[in-house]
T-cell receptor, first 110, second 120 residues
């Protein structure tokens, strides 16, 4: 049950696109299409923004999109806005009824 | 609207026990699995445990198995987390979160969290 690997930081200017990677193994990301992404603003609870690799919950802007290739999942934020500045966490089902999160990526809007 | 409200945290000495509660409202509690996730100060999220909707099955992270016990009372719409033999590394904000209806480990609603500080 090792944590998924995310870059500690990412950045982009308003209006630009930025991608955040999430690398797991063949025991989690590589096998299951149960990858989720969460956005967390300082002092707030996490918020679900992507689930099952590329599905968006109701109310989440379509600027947020997800994808997966092999053992690596990605979150892309298009048309960056100041309110997108937050911490982003990926998670995956890891088999045997277990879950695992990534270490988190701090997104800075320049 | 869906609400999850944690309680029961505080400052506790190493080796002692504590029970967290998570009161749910705004949805049919007995239809959903519920998870516990923790976040140490300044650190990332860590999945801790989960319990199936009927309470008949639980799962735990390797890091807490044997010390943590998750349970629920569907008649009270409440989830519990019993933590024994507390350690300094258990210091964290503990969130309860609802499992998605079609995707078990997707957490679609979260509480605001409750802080446990383990210190002598």
């Amino acid at each position: 049950q090792s944590a998924l690997t995310q870059p500690p930081s990412a950045s982009g200017s308003p209006g630009q696109s930025v991608a955040i990677s999430c690398t797991g193994t063949s025991s989690d990301v590589g096998t299951y299409d149960y990858v989720s992404w969460y956005q967390q603003h300082p002092g707030k609870a996490p918020k679900l923004i992507i689930y099952e690799v590329n599905k968006r919950p109701s109310g989440v802007p379509d600027r947020f999109s997800g994808s997966k290739s092999g053992n690596t999942a990605s979150l892309t934020v298009s048309g960056l806005q100041s309110e997108d500045e937050a911490d982003y966490y990926c998670s995956s089902y890891a088999g045997s009824d277990l879950g695992v999160f990534g270490g988190g990526t701090r997104l800075t809007v320049l | 609207q869906v609400q999850l409200v944690e309680s029961g945290g505080g400052v506790v000495q190493p080796g002692r026990s504590l029970r967290l509660s998570c009161a749910a409202s705004g949805f049919t509690f007995s239809d959903y699995g519920i998870h516990w996730v923790r976040q140490a100060p300044g650190k990332g999220l860590e999945w801790v445990a989960a319990i199936w909707n009927d309470g008949n099955k639980e799962s735990y992270a390797d890091s807490v198995r044997g010390r943590f016990t998750v349970s629920r009372d569907n008649s009270k719409d409440t989830l519990y987390l019993q933590i024994n033999s507390l350690r300094a590394e258990d210091t964290a904000l503990y969130y309860c979160a609802r499992g998605h209806s079609t995707s078990w480990h997707t957490l679609d609603y979260w509480g605001q969290g409750i802080l446990i500080i383990v210190s002598s």
